[in-house]
């Protein structure tokens, strides 16, 4: 299968609400075009939830963004953006203003994006509601206050007054989240809605994004560098690496059977109950860096498997299972994977040069307590 064949699921086998088909982006740097995402496709259909994950840098927000149509006016896209049939990608800002708010939403990670400092909470969201003309100035009020104890802020009538830096970073964020929903979209794309949030307050947002999307029948991308945001809420997982996914599954089996290396060493990185004391949590080595003209698996440099056909040709997702996907010539849970890997540990070094010894760390096997992570407490 193609990078460009659009992950999905049985469970998105009704109309797509949203699909995208060999999204790119590229900018253009000093050093040449830089791959922010590199042929991206993936198919969402109403009512579904897909977690994307993926380290800082791998091209989580530019895809939300382009998906959205909020592009850096310099990159160069290619590929196609559908929703509802209708082809995004070729409209204007003006067209697509009537599909902000009210049938595509973002959450973004600061809720200062979406609140206006110098404006009162009560009337970012009376006029939100206005411009989209799903209240009038009669009603206005009453829906702004119904929306604010919709996303469970204390005494909305207070509240209403506010101004947003008079609010905790949690009430922020459930305020951004009331302005996101506030039309009614079909579609929520939350952006690491969670990062800024300390653990307790995280949880919360997390419990409420669930309930809004169940109870409106939203579909819903959750974006996050961090795998314990999705396995509560996601019907299923797309794994993002250097711009491209490497790997896509439902959420329970992508976290029993992580095929691409990257994706278990996130698992095998995930904080848990079940950790020892004292004792270190794994960590992939590196970090994702931006790629100009890639080639080969952008992933070599920090995998403990890597080969020579790692290095020249660029591995597309595949896989038996067309609910489940990856992109790795050498993947876990195959015996000549398992071979590569104990070369490379006994030469102590891979064919991209990365030095290993007894402590670097391994991705988890696939039938490692991944279940944890599954039913285990959000990170
Ligand atoms: N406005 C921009 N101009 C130039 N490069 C950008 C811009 N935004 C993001 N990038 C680059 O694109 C890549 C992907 O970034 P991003 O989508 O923000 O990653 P993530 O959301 O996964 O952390 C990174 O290498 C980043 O440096
Ligand atoms: S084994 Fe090769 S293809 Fe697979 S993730 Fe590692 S470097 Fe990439
Ligand atoms: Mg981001």
Same mark, same amino acid.
């Given at each position: 299968m193609s990078s460009s064949s659009p992950v999905r699921t049985e469970a998105a086998e009704a109309e797509p609400l949203l699909e995208v088909v060999d999204l790119t982006v590229q900018i253009p740097t000093a050093k040449g075009l830089l791959r922010?995402?590199?042929?991206?496709?993936?198919?969402?259909?109403p009512g579904e939830t897909l977690g994307i994950v993926g380290e800082s840098g791998s091209g989580k927000s530019m895809l939300a963004r382009t998906i959205m149509g909020?592009? $850096?006016? !310099? /990159?160069?896209?290619?590929?196609?953006?559908?929703?509802?049939?209708?082809? @995004?990608?070729?409209?204007?800002?003006?067209?697509?203003?009537n599909y902000w708010g009210k049938e595509i939403s973002m959450v973004f990670q600061d809720p200062m994006t979406s609140l206006n400092p110098v404006v009162r909470i009560g009337r970012n969201l009376t006029e939100t509601?206005?411009?989209h003309g799903v209240a009038d100035r009669r009603t206005a009020k009453g829906r702004a206050l119904e929306l604010l104890a919709e996303v469970r802020i204390p005494a909305p009538a207070t509240r209403f007054n506010a101004y947003p830096h008079e609010?905790?970073?949690?009430?922020?964020?459930?305020?951004?989240?009331?302005?996101a929903v506030a039309c009614r979209?079909?579609?929520?794309?939350?952006?690491? $809605?969670? !990062? /800024?949030?300390?653990?307790?307050?995280?949880k919360q947002v997390?419990?409420? @994004?669930?309930?809004l999307q169940s109870e409106h029948h939203m579909a819903m991308v959750i974006i996050t560098h961090d795998l314990g945001v999705v396995t509560g809420s996601a019907d299923r997982v797309a794994v993002m690496y250097g711009g491209r996914i490497v790997e896509t599954a439902p959420t329970a089996t992508l976290f029993a059977?992580?095929?691409?290396?990257?994706?278990?060493?996130?698992?095998a990185s995930m904080p848990s109950i079940d950790n020892k004391p004292h004792e270190p949590i794994p960590v992939i080595p590196g970090s994702p860096r931006p790629v100009i003209d890639p080639v080969g698996c952008t992933f070599a440099s920090r995998c403990v498997r890597a080969q020579a056909t790692c290095l020249t040709q660029t591995p597309e997702l595949t896989g038996p299972d067309p609910a489940h996907q990856f992109a790795c010539w050498f993947p876990m849970g195959t015996e000549e994977g398992d071979r590569v890997e104990a070369e490379?540990?006994?030469?102590?070094?891979?064919?991209?040069?990365?030095?290993l010894d007894a402590t670097s760390p391994s991705p988890a096997s696939p039938t490692q307590d991944n279940e944890r992570a599954v039913t285990g407490a959000v990170s």
């Open positions: 922010a995402v590199g042929g991206v496709s993936l198919s969402l259909s909020l592009i $850096p006016p !310099t /990159a160069e896209v290619g590929g196609e953006v559908r929703y509802a049939g209708a082809d @995004l990608r070729s409209m204007s800002h003006r067209d697509l203003r509601l206005r411009t609010l905790s970073g949690g009430m922020r964020q459930r305020v951004g989240i009331a302005l979209p079909q579609l929520l794309i939350a952006d690491e $809605p969670t !990062t /800024a949030l300390d653990v307790t307050v995280q997390l419990t409420l @994004l669930d309930k059977e992580p095929r691409h290396p990257y994706t278990s060493g996130l698992i490379n540990r006994a030469a102590g070094v891979t064919a991209a040069g990365l030095r």
